[in-house]
């Protein structure tokens, strides 16, 4: 069997060699000519109800080469039969939640944490859900006939907490269970294989892995995608085509740079459960290059105190990012909420990248000497 490695290097670009290529290329039209309007407009109709058009699109918000390469990678890493690019990871999770809104079934099941505008949108309603909050325990007793989707994170934002997928899945019983793998990526979890039928991912993070596109991407089969495609022909969310083909390189080294991140994040996290500072470190099971802590004194100062590593919202890049979630990444909850869900005021999240070990070290450690006094 083909390794992911393997897999991450030649996936979406089977075909190149046939084509006298070693670069994906990149189709940036808008619109397709065509001489046959009765074809065309029979394609039309084919789109309008959800199917992939492949190779040959009507009109960029339909579907777009260098778009299709990305979403047939993503598909192969993860294990699902398809996958339907979006314009962010917001636009692609809404699409999900249109999706259950269409079908007659607008009641969700949520288990926090979530990522902080994801735990706003589903709360809040505005695309015609409800919610039900629970606990992993509690999945199955709060599914009802109108459920038409449980969402989980794993490992969550910004807390790293994990739940059993295998397990969770099970306790939905007919319901799909959505994953948000953005923090684990396949190179680390593939939830499909654990009964997850839907698995999303704001792409702006690790697959694009350079802190310089925005996307996201639902993985799923191919009765959920038509539905998701029947969203994006209608709402517009496309993931543009440069998009697609920086995320699709992005594929490519993904495997290497977690690895090498999950590396330095390791040691990062025993040099900071050491610090005097730290109260406490925050690591998933299944490794990755995401740490976070909780410190003594003000994490708003750690924050303002750091010279190497990045202090900014969002995470996945090849340098290592540095933000404090109440302020930033989950403010838009209630302290009530945040609380409950087990996000504390003095919880930073560290995205590690690539740097020296030793020098995201040094530059930590004086971070957090600056809050202490």
């Known amino acids: 069997m083909t390794s992911l490695s393997t897999k991450a290097v030649h996936a979406g670009r089977e075909d190149l060699v046939d084509l006298g290529l070693h670069a994906a290329p990149i189709d940036l039209s808008t619109t397709y000519p065509s001489r046959d309007c009765l074809t ?12 992939d058009l492949g190779e ?78 629970s606990t992993v325990d509690g999945v199955a007793a709060a599914i009802r006939p109108d459920t038409g989707l449980v969402i989980a994170e794993s490992p969550a934002n910004p807390n790293l907490s994990e739940v059993d997928i295998r397990a969770l899945a099970a306790a939905c019983g007919d319901v799909p269970l959505l994953v948000d793998n953005t923090f684990a990526t396949p190179v680390l979890q593939r939830p499909v294989e654990q009964g997850a039928r839907i698995v999303v991912h704001s792409a702006t993070k690790f697959l694009g892995g350079h802190g310089d596109v925005m996307g996201g991407v639902v993985a799923c089969g191919e009765e959920f995608a038509r539905a998701l495609r029947q969203i994006r022909f209608a709402t517009g969310g496309v993931l543009h085509p440069l998009a697609g083909y920086l995320l699709l390189r992005g594929l490519a080294t993904l495997p290497v740079r977690i690895r090498a991140a999950s590396r330095t994040a390791e040691e990062l996290a025993t040099r900071l459960a050491a610090h005097p500072v730290v109260s406490r470190v925050h690591r998933p099971g299944i490794g ?7 410190v003594h004194g003000d994490p708003a100062a750690v924050v303002g105190a750091v010279r190497l590593v990045t202090p900014a919202v969002s995470l996945g890049s090849v340098d290592t990012l540095i933000q404090h979630p109440a302020s930033i990444s989950h403010h838009i909850m209630t302290e009530q909420d945040r609380h409950g869900a087990g996000i504390s005021d003095q919880l930073l999240r560290l995205s590690v990248g690539l740097e020296d070990v030793d020098d995201l070290w040094a530059d930590l450690d004086q971070a957090l000497h600056n809050a202490k006094s």
């Open 40 to 51: 065309e407009a029979a394609r039309l109709d084919e789109a309008a109800e959800g199917t």
């Open 56 to 133: 040959q699109p009507v009109y960029a918000r339909l579907g777009n080469p260098t778009v299709g390469r990305f979403e047939r990678a993503l598909a192969e890493l993860e294990g699902s039969d398809t996958s339907v690019a979006f314009a962010s990871g917001m636009a692609a999770l809404s699409a999900c939640l249109l999706a259950c809104v269409a079908s007659g079934r607008p009641h969700v099941v949520a288990v926090r944490p979530l990522y902080g505008t994801t735990d706003h949108l589903v709360a809040s309603g505005l695309l015609g859900n409800q919610v039900s909050w």
């Open 288 to 294: 990755g290059p995401m740490v976070s802590f909780e």
